[in-house]
């Protein structure tokens, strides 16, 4: 079946038509009036392609590294809890898809099944994203296992220290696996700096912090050593008329230093056309951004049964628009020449 889709689009109509309301609901809502939400999308409508002409396109190379690993373009899956409720498989289906295409996935601490399962069901790279449930002892018992499974690295994100008001959810009466049953949640609240820094410490791998939104924090996330600094407003599930991801990237690009990675997630489930990916996702990596993360877009969908649907259309899409920007490399360098930033008036002309 996944071998017939040809467009993003199609994906997202097969996996509507394989979900119940409330998964649904769960997958593509956001906080309260959702403002933040539809931000992270608008973005995108500001930032316009220059496109060079008379270069040698015949041969591109979309790839890039990441920690060290070789990503078949810059994208990579991202942390999702509840996977469970959306394939029987959970976070292993996501890890066989993203093995099978070349790239990295993030392994959500509140995801089926476990940690290690997930870690073993592939031999590609993984990172481990991690939520506090538990004093520092707590976190140092979850990143032994870590460790012991083979993790490359490890993410910790800190945009969610109250649950938000996802009012979708609500309107339901639904709430996620983890949430219905962990009496923990409190542990989340009393995330410090000082705390992160000893279970980076702890950790002794690559350290990501997830959640940053402001220059003034990632400022100091840089101060306390952390290697990468990952530009999230939680896909507007969080704090509610928030800026959107892609908005925030400029102020933290200031003050990043040049082997900070940025990464910002700010491509949505929702678009009016495919085309509209494929715009978002080049001017991504143009703009000063090394690597974009699908995260809601990337979810199998049960009854879909080629892990491939997800990304069958990465030639047939995203490759194209680099050929006809004129880029032939995405070196790091290069990427600002081919964007730039319109008006409102402009935008919506």
Not at 56 to 69: E, M, N, P, R, Y
Not at 140 to 167: F, M, N, P, Q, W
Not at 326 to 331: A, T, V
């Amino acid at each position: 079946m996944g071998l017939d889709f040809v467009t993003n689009q199609e994906i997202i109509q097969a996996a509507r038509k394989n979900l119940t309301q409330d998964i649904w609901d769960y997958l593509s809502g956001g906080a309260e009036s959702e403002t933040t939400m539809r931000r992270n999308r608008l973005g995108f409508d500001y930032l316009a392609l220059r496109p060079r002409v008379c270069v040698d396109v015949s041969k591109i190379d979309t790839a890039t590294t990441f920690l060290g690993q070789k990503l078949r373009i810059p994208v990579m899956m991202a942390p999702i809890g509840s996977l469970q409720t959306i394939t029987p498989e959970g976070g292993v289906a996501v890890a066989k898809a993203a093995k099978e295409f070349g790239t990295m996935n993030f392994v959500s601490s509140v995801t089926q099944p476990s940690l290690e399962e997930i870690a073993a069901s592939t031999d590609h790279p993984k990172i481990f994203q991690l939520y506090i449930r538990g004093g520092l002892d707590w976190c140092k018992e979850i990143i032994d296992r870590v460790l012991k499974a083979g993790y490359i690295g490890v993410c910790l994100t800190v945009d969610t220290a109250h649950y938000s008001r996802r009012e979708r959810q609500m309107m339901n009466r639904y709430l996620p696996p983890n949430k219905r049953t962990e009496t923990s949640r409190h542990y989340q609240g009393m995330l410090t700096w000082e705390l992160m820094a000893a279970i980076k410490k702890h950790a002794g791998l690559p350290f990501i912090l997830k959640g940053v939104a402001t220059a003034e924090d990632a400022k100091i996330a840089l101060d306390y050593g952390v290697d990468v600094i990952y530009v999230s407003n939680h896909g507007g599930r969080q704090l509610d008329h928030g800026r959107g991801t892609i908005d925030a990237l400029p102020e933290i690009a200031e003050v990043a230093d040049a082997p900070v990675a940025l990464r910002a997630q700010a491509v949505e489930l929702r678009h009016e056309t495919p085309e509209a990916l494929v715009l978002e996702d080049f001017r991504l990596v143009a703009a000063p951004a090394f690597e974009v993360e699908l995260a809601r877009l990337a979810l199998r969908s049960q009854g879909l049964e080629e892990r491939r649907a997800h990304f069958g259309v990465d030639r047939a899409l995203f490759a194209p628009d680099v050929e006809v920007a004129g880029c032939d490399l995405l070196e790091f360098g290069v990427r600002p020449r081919f964007v730039h930033r319109i008006t409102w008036r402009q935008a919506t002309s």
